[in-house]
């Protein structure tokens, strides 16, 4: 089974820090997405990295793909209690379908 | 663009009772998709449908789990019967078409006591 491991589970940081998350694998993946899930509501695509060493950015997010296809990260600038959610990294299975991280739950604080 | 429905929201009943839920995709979204999350940890397929046909329902506990999509438009999900480890929120994403972009409903939290 082809694991995604997400650290750090919980992150609890003031409005205004910076923050990154990660997302580990063994194995090498075509591509990777990033979702964010808020309390209540089902995840919402946030990004799809598919080449090695690409760098996306949204806004206050950037988001890197490992060289090696293996992990990736998500860093937060200067983050607002909006950013506040589960963070969860997922890759494609072989029928479409989301194969997913546990996730980081971020708690920004005002 | 109306997104995916789901209801109810919440339910909550004992174990050994069967439960219901129903999930309505994006219009004209063939392809289906139940998650099941629990508590701490990411969603998990249970089964995905294409149309109105199965494509993988691999990890479906088929004693007590059923689904269907007869007309391949809506699509309801069934415990029966429940049991307490069945305590978790019941997603459901529908997509275009095999890998494209999935759109979740709000879910179905489920909380069996």
């Known amino acids: 089974t082809q694991l995604l491991e997400q650290s750090p589970q919980f992150l609890s940081i003031q409005e205004g820090e910076n923050l990154t998350v990660y997302c580990n694998s063994s194995?090498?993946?075509?591509?990777l997405q990033w979702y964010r899930q808020e309390p209540g509501e089902g995840p919402v695509l946030l990004v799809t990295?598919?080449?090695?060493?690409e760098v996306k950015k949204l806004k206050r997010l950037t988001f890197q793909f490992g060289d090696a296809r293996k992990d990736s990260s998500l860093h937060i600038t200067a983050a607002q209690p909006g950013d506040t959610g589960l963070y969860l990294c997922a890759r494609g299975g072989s029928q479409g379908n989301l194969i997913f991280g546990k996730g980081t739950k971020l708690s920004v604080k005002p | 663009e109306a997104g995916v429905a789901q209801s109810p929201r919440y339910k909550i009943i004992e174990k050994r009772q069967s439960v219901a839920f129903w999930c309505n995709p994006i219009s004209g979204h063939a392809t289906l998709y139940w998650y099941q999350q629990i508590l701490g940890q990411g969603p998990k397929l249970l089964i995905q449908f294409q149309n109105n046909g199965v494509v993988d329902d691999s990890q479906l506990p088929k004693d007590r789990f059923s689904a269907e999509r007869l007309k391949g438009v809506d699509s309801t999900l069934k415990i029966q019967p429940a049991k307490l480890e069945d305590s978790a929120v019941y997603l459901c994403?529908?997509?275009?078409?095999?890998?494209?972009?999935?759109?979740f409903g709000q879910g179905t939290r489920l909380t069996v006591v």
């Open positions: 990295v598919v080449t090695g060493g």
């Open positions: 194995s090498v993946f075509s591509s």
């Open positions: 994403a529908s997509s275009f078409g095999m890998n494209t972009e999935a759109f």
